[in-house]
């Protein structure tokens, strides 16, 4: 599968967060970002909104002229952890459209998918407790990284179960509306792929997101407003 295919499930699971600590409560919020996607300028939003009865959706989409993609999943919070009850992955580039449904059933602790997705990738698979799909991780690694603990997670997408592992390479300054922010930079690499993230310990989001490819910047998301 390739990145111009599903772009988001890779950068998503980097797309670090909503809370910064551990007892800090949810806060719905809407961030907005300058996006660069296949070579053109794309517009990026990232949003958590409150669905009731301790019920959440996080959203990030991507849109140009080429391409129109987005994840969204609603989850609840349940014992300090963050359980994906389902998702959805829609994608429409150039002439070409993919749409899958996931549902998270922790009762049975089954997961399934349906829609665009082959037979053999629709599960069910079996979720254990602390399993997310990529949306959610990025709402651990920031608490996470704050509170020191190591970055490693199990992510359920599609049929199948991955580790995720990142690291923390260095602090950078970056420049958002005109003010300085000390950030630190989180990476994860799969083969030619790596994914780098700009944490800023005052926003619910990340202040930058890139995505390269064999050494190429693929996705690159950068943070011009916040409310």
Known sequence: MTTFQRPLTWIAAAALS?????????????????????????????????????????????????????????????????RPLSSQDRSVLLVKKRNVQATYNWTSNQATW????????????????????????????????????????????EGRIKPMNYKVVGKETVTVAGKSYEATKVSRTDGNKELIAWIVPEFPVPARLLQREGGKDALDLTIKGLN
């Open 114 to 157: 349906t829609g665009d997705i082959k037979g053999d990738r629709a599960g069910p698979v079996a979720l254990k407790a602390g399993d997310m799909d990529a949306l959610l991780i990025n709402l651990a690694i920031a608490r996470d990284l704050a509170a020191g603990k190591p970055l490693t997670y199990r992510m359920v997408d």
């Open 18 to 82: 909503v809370a910064s600590l551990p007892a800090m409560a949810l806060q719905p919020f809407k961030a907005d970002y300058l996006a660069s996607y296949m070579g053109m300028q794309a517009n990026g939003t990232m949003t958590l909104a409150s669905e009731g009865a301790n019920k959440w959706r996080y959203t990030l989409q991507v849109k140009n002229q080429l391409a129109d993609l987005s994840q969204s999943t609603v989850f609840d919070e349940a014992n300090g952890s963050l």
